[in-house]
C-alpha cells in the first residue's frame, strides 16, 4: 500500500475509533467516571510499555527522562489530557454527548485563539470571522442551555492546550503517551485503593467482561493515537484537519440516534453557527495551503529563469 493512501486510511481509522468512545465508556456503567478515568490511565500505561518494548524505543524514552524541561512539560500536558478525559467520560456518563461533540466541533477555533493569545500569531481576515461566528454560537446555546456549556469549552480548552504543549515538545507519540501516563499513574492508583478500601471499586466485581472492558481502555486508547501519529507523518495538514471533524460528527450522531438526546431547534441552529464557522476556518486553510504551494513551486522557477 503506497505511503499516502496507508496515511489516509490510519487517519480514518483513529477518528472512528474516537468518534465511537460513546459506545464504550457508557458499557463501563455502573463504573463512575472518575473510576473509568482511573482505569484508563493505568492501562494506558501498561500497553504503551508492551508496545514500546515490541517496537524496541525505550533507547528515546531513556534520552527524554534526562531532560528537565521537556519532563516538566510533560506533567503539565498530563494534567490537561487528564481533565480532558475525566470531563469526557463524565459527559458520556451523565447523557452530554452531543455537548462533547460540540467541544470537538470548536476545538479548531480554540487552538486559533490560543495561537493569538498565547504565540502571538496574526490571523488572516477569515480566521477572525471563523472566531467571531464561534462566539456567536457559544452564545446561542448558552442561551439554549441557560448556561455557559462547560463541558464543550472544558474539552476544547483542554484538548487545545494539550495540543500546543505537545507541539512545543516535539513528542514521539508512544514515548509521550507513557511518560504522561507515568505521570499520572500514581495519583490514579491511589484512587483505585480508595475505592478498594470502601469496597466501591467495580473492576473485578461486576463481571468478567466489564473487568476486561475497564483493563481494555488501555489499548483503546494507545491504538488510535499511534494510528494518528503515523497518519500525521504521510497526510497533508488539510486533510487531517477535516478528517478531524469526523469524530465529533460521530459522537453527535451517537448522541442523537443511538442515546436520544434532545436536540431542540435551538441548539441546532447553534451548532450550525459552528458548521458555518469551521467552514470558513477550512476554506480559508485549504486556500493558504494551495497559496503556500503555488509559491513555493514558483520560487524555484523563476531562480532557474534567473540562472539562464
Known sequence: MEPLRRGYLSALSANIMWGVFPLYFRALRPAGAVEVLAHRIVWSLISVAVLLTVLSRWKTLKALVKDGKRLAGIAAAAVFIAVNWGVYI?????????????????????????????????????????????????????????????????????????????????????????????????????????????????????????????????????VPLLLFAEAANRVPLSGLGILQYLTPTLQLLLGVLVFHEPMPPVRLAGFAVVWCALAIFTADAIRHTHKRRAAAVKEPATAVREAV
Open 90 to 222: 463524565f459527559a458520556v456518563d451523565t447523557d452530554h454527548v452531543v455537548e462533547a461533540s460540540l467541544g470537538y466541533f470548536i476545538n479548531p477555533l480554540f487552538v486559533i485563539l490560543l495561537g493569538v493569545l498565547v504565540l502571538r500569531e496574526r490571523l488572516r481576515r477569515l480566521q477572525w470571522v471563523a472566531l467571531g461566528v464561534g462566539l456567536v454560537a457559544v452564545v446561542v446555546l448558552s442561551v439554549d442551555n441557560g448556561r455557559l456549556p462547560w463541558i464543550a469549552l472544558t474539552l476544547a480548552g483542554s484538548f487545545g492546550t494539550y495540543s500546543l504543549i505537545k507541539k512545543r515538545l516535539g513528542l514521539p507519540a508512544g514515548e509521550g503517551l507513557f511518560l504522561e501516563s507515568a505521570v499520572l499513574t500514581l495519583p490514579a492508583l491511589a484512587f483505585l485503593a480508595w475505592l478498594a478500601s470502601r469496597h466501591q471499586e467495580t473492576f473485578g466485581t461486576v463481571s468478567t467482561w466489564h473487568t476486561i472492558m475497564l483493563a481494555g481502555s488501555g489499548l483503546l486508547t494507545a
